[in-house]
């Protein structure tokens, strides 16, 4: 395996894991301060509110995103800035007019959406306001998949730094200043800021280049986008749409106080996790979308991004793991205790999920858009119906235990689909990796299910023990050198102990 390619791996973790970790620092404090003012039903809303953005904006996107992000790739790497230019002019106007449309629409149904699925039909301005938030969504879309598709990765850091960390100092005054009426504007926040941001960094990129193109090439460009893009947006709304099912089901049949657990649980789940998956999307589905058609360097570039990831998230997971509840009481409070015991199965159901997501990419990059929308609704299928027949047994725990049940089906369903696109196969040190990490975590949570302190002492131990495992693996995987390299060889020894029965 290349040491340059690790070394381009590690550098985009670190640029886009940099912003995200002080994003996190930022998210812990707002959550933190919404918790303590709303409570749980506060919590629960404003997760009500970011589904609803969510997928209003997944459908009126037509999946643009994704396809403008795989076409910017393919663009740069085959056709130079001229053909980037004109991928780049047909994505601006075709986003920018589902934007108006989509926020048109969304705004129009407010009064239903409340009224049917909020079931309080008083809150139909708040709704339409959210219509704003569904136009920026759209239109960043675009920018985030220009500036991807040209792997600007510190420019994507700098946006995502700044929309974190303003979007909730501003949050977090308006609901000070304003208590619950200023839910809306919190959520509003985000998208604002992030939109501007976007716009500042892509107008850095100056003008697109080559010819004006004109309204029957560029609806030429529109049909091929929209046709990729439709499947993408299928398969974006069965998630979106997932996701607010299982909302509303916990709401309804368990009340708001149990839709603020889980959406605590969730925060934290998609939080930490973001440091890690947001490199995948910025940096590694560029460089697969390009070598997808060479099947060896493709399944190298996945092996590598899967032990990345492993090794990344292994010490923070192991740890959280062990101290959920004081996690959840720390970020939130003690009305939220029943949130540590989602959380756990959550945790356990993320090791599934970052070894998945590698492989998801293969069918994007791939541009297989009928199969993207299989195995996206079939894993969503899983977790709704798990949330709907586990509620009754488990309580709000159900939708922890469904998330778990959601990867263990989609794992092995990417795997085998990756298995026919490109001959794909872990390595031993992937599969090692993976059962080390599987293995870990259900030591923690059995003991924590014994004794909280003793799976909070076993979690921290392991986590250490990760962590300095990862400072090796990695430290070997970038040909460090000096004290490093040291550390780099003696994980090298370790690693071929253990790997050599695999």
């Known amino acids: 395996m290349s040491g340059s390619s690790y070394r381009t791996i590690l550098r985009s973790s670190s640029i886009i894991g940099g912003a995200q970790v002080i994003n996190i620092a930022v998210g812990l404090v707002k959550m933190k301060v919404v918790a303590v003012l709303l409570g749980p039903a506060g919590v629960g809303l404003i997760g009500l509110y970011l589904s609803l953005i969510q997928t209003a904006s997944s459908i009126a996107a037509l999946g643009l ?16 800035d001229v053909a980037v230019g004109r991928t780049r002019r047909a994505l601006f106007w075709g986003t920018m007019g589902l934007a108006l449309i989509g926020a048109a629409l969304f705004w129009l149904a407010s009064g239903w959406i409340a009224r049917v699925i909020l079931a309080d039909e008083t809150r139909a301005t708040d709704v339409a306001w959210l219509s ?9 879309g675009s920018q ?29 005054l308006a609901l000070w200043l304003w208590g619950a009426q200023g839910l809306v504007a919190m959520v509003l926040v985000a998208p604002v800021v992030t939109f501007l941001l976007g716009h500042l960094y892509v107008a850095r990129l100056g003008p697109p280049a080559g010819p004006p193109i004109r309204l029957p090439e560029m609806t030429g460009e529109w049909r091929a986008m929209v046709t990729l893009g439709f499947a993408f947006m299928i398969s974006g709304l069965v998630t979106t749409l997932g996701h607010l099912a299982v909302r509303i089901l916990v709401q309804r049949e368990l009340g708001a106080e149990a839709l603020g657990q889980f959406q605590a649980a969730w925060a934290i789940g998609t939080t930490y996790l973001g440091f890690v998956l947001g490199a995948m999307g910025t940096d590694y589905y560029p460089r697969l979308t390009a070598a997808i058609d060479d099947p060896a360097t493709a399944t190298r570039l996945v092996n590598e991004q899967t032990e990345v990831a492993l090794l990344l998230c292994a010490p923070v997971l192991l740890a959280m793991l062990g101290l959920a509840p004081w ?14 015991e989602i959380l756990r199965w959550q945790l356990i159901g993320d090791i599934l999920k970052v070894m998945s997501w590698p492989l998801g990419f293969i069918i994007l990059a791939a541009g297989a858009g009928k199969t993207f929308v299989v195995t996206e609704s079939l ?9 709907l027949a586990l509620l009754p047994l488990m309580g709000v725990a159900a939708t922890g235990g469904a998330f778990l049940a959601l990867y263990v089906a989609y794992l092995p369903l990417v795997w085998w689909l990756g298995g026919r696109r490109i001959g794909f196969r872990w390595t031993g040190a992937v599969k090692a990796q993976a059962l080390a990490v599987i293995g870990a975590a259900v030591a923690v949570d059995i003991a924590a299910r014994w004794s909280e302190l003793l799976g909070a002492a076993l979690g921290v131990g392991l986590a250490a023990a990760a962590g300095f495992w990862a400072l090796m693996r990695l430290s070997a995987m970038s040909g ?10 003696l994980g090298e020894r370790v690693r071929g102990w253990i790997i050599r029965p695999l």
């Open 65 to 80: 995103g994704n396809v403008g992000t795989r076409q910017i790739a393919q663009a740069h790497a085959e056709g130079g």
């Open 132 to 140: 704003l938030g569904v136009a920026l969504t759209v239109a960043a």
């Open 144 to 172: 985030g998949a220009l500036l991807t598709g040209l792997r600007r990765i510190g420019d994507l850091a700098r946006i995502n730094l700044g929309a974190g960390v303003i979007g909730s100092v501003l949050g977090v």
């Open 327 to 340: 996690v959840i009481h720390l970020l939130y409070s003690a009305e939220f205790g029943p949130a540590a």
């Open 379 to 387: 894993g969503m299928g899983v977790f709704v119906l798990g949330v």
């Open 480 to 489: 460090a050198g000096g004290r490093l390299g040291g550390i780099a060889r």
